[in-house]
């Protein structure tokens, strides 16, 4: 039943590692729950039925499985899925572009009577499943998030454009900078002699810093996010952005967002974040317990460009792909383990210039503004 697409697509890193975390569930039939660190925890959790497309899959005696799918039953080894998947996952780790008709491919999707590499996703959600975990008297059918160090760091949050941009206006001494504090200001933008570029916008904005101009909040031009964010926290567009910001005074690139935290918390040099505490254990539990929400919703079911209404279509947790080709569970229900390990692992990226203009520095009236596109990726703790 598979279908072969046409010559010259590619499959990208991510969209594989989600179908391979599928067909590897098929073959092993239980995952290891894992704690914030990715460790193994001695617990598991079974899979009895996954859902995929308009298909199940039912885990049945003698380790195979049954799919029900256009009317018919179909039956395969667990063992076959486990050998599908391993080829699968030998096209991941391979440095080249994955074809999309790519003989392994192929065999896997024929074997679970798949016509499409990529299930239809509802918002977050990349697998949905029956499960039963641990201490768990009943199973639940729920959502899961496939998050996959194969390749690039995986993301919680994508840029996407106008809808991902935040604006900011650079002050001096608390007024619009002008004569010579302004061309100050454009001396440390980078500029283009030729074909190179001298300088770079994070030194932009680390030699604006230390030089005492300020980045001040202005709005995020996408009406969605804005309102994603006022969703979870009144004030969270203006924390996010204080803490977008800070990540130009860190010490190193790849700044966990937790350090981030600690370092806003103590600074404490916006209204925002004084209203939060009287002292920095205050300011920095409550910054951190906002922050994590936010993160916890865009990996759950928020996205930037719709908005939300609250749901989360990934109820279960994430499904964590390791370089080595392991697949293991960080599950919900025990409370902050997903919570910890996003907002210690995750970080600010700047996406690439040539898909969202970003860090433009615009010149009017009264006013000197410069805009950075949000997008959050999570390094391997």
Same mark, same amino acid.
């Given at each position: 039943?598979?279908?072969? /697409?046409? /010559? ?9 590692? @989600? ?24 617990? %598991? ?8 497309? %308009? ?24 063992? *076959? ?50 499960? *039963? ?25 994508? &840029? ?42 994070? $030194? ?28 979870? $926290? ?23 967002? &937790? $350090?981030?935290?600690?370092?806003? /918390? ?5 209204? @925002?974040?004084? /209203?939060?505490? %009287? ?12 922050? *994590? ?37 960080? @599950? ?38 410069? %805009? ?10």
């Amino acid at each position: 039943m598979a279908t072969k /697409a046409g /010559a010259g697509k590619t499959v990208n890193k991510g969209e594989g590692s @989600e179908f391979y975390a599928f067909l590897y569930i098929l073959g092993e039939t239980k995952l290891p729950l894992v704690d914030k660190d990715l460790k193994e925890t001695g617990r %598991d959790v079974n899979f009895l039925k996954v859902l995929r497309e %308009d298909a199940i899959y039912e885990f049945t005696s003698g380790n195979r499985v049954a799919v029900y799918v256009d009317g018919a039953t179909h039956y395969f080894d667990c063992s *076959q899925a486990q050998e599908e998947a391993k080829k699968v996952f030998s096209l991941l780790v391979n440095p080249g572009s994955i074809p999309t008709n790519a003989p392994a491919l192929n065999s896997a999707l024929k074997l679970v009577c798949a016509k499409k590499l990529r299930a239809k996703s509802a918002n977050k959600q990349d697998l949905s499943a029956s499960v *039963q975990f641990p201490n768990v008297p009943f199973s639940q059918f729920i959502g899961f998030s496939v998050k996959s160090y194969v390749g690039k760091d995986p993301t919680i949050l994508n &840029a996407s454009g106008g809808n991902t941009r935040f604006v900011y206006r650079i002050l001096k001494n608390g007024q619009t900078p002008s004569g010579a504090e302004l061309a100050r200001l454009k001396s440390f933008y980078p500029t283009t002699v030729g074909n190179s570029k001298i300088g770079t916008y994070a $030194d932009f904005y680390r030699n604006a810093l230390k030089d005492g101009f300020s980045f001040n909040f202005k709005e995020n031009s996408g009406g969605n996010l804005s309102y994603n964010l006022k969703f979870i $926290d009144s004030k969270g567009p203006e924390l996010l952005a204080r803490i977008l910001m800070e990540q130009f005074a860190a010490p190193r690139t790849r700044t966990p967002l &937790a $350090d981030l935290v600690d370092e806003v /918390a103590r600074k404490n040099d916006i209204p @925002e974040i004084q /209203a939060l505490g %009287d002292n920095f254990e205050d300011r920095r539990n409550s910054l951190r317990h906002k922050i *994590q929400n936010i993160l916890l919703a865009f990996t759950t079911g928020a996205t930037p460009a719709v908005k939300w209404t609250g749901a989360q279509t990934a109820s279960g947790g994430l499904l964590v792909v390791e370089k080595s080709g392991k697949v293991y569970c960080l @599950e919900l229900l025990s409370g902050n383990v997903v919570g910890n390990y996003l907002i210690e692992n995750a970080y600010f990226e700047q996406p690439s210039g040539d898909r969202h203009s970003k860090n433009v520095l615009t010149l009017s009236p009264g006013e000197v503004t410069i %805009d950075l596109q949000l997008q959050i990726r999570i390094q391997h703790p």
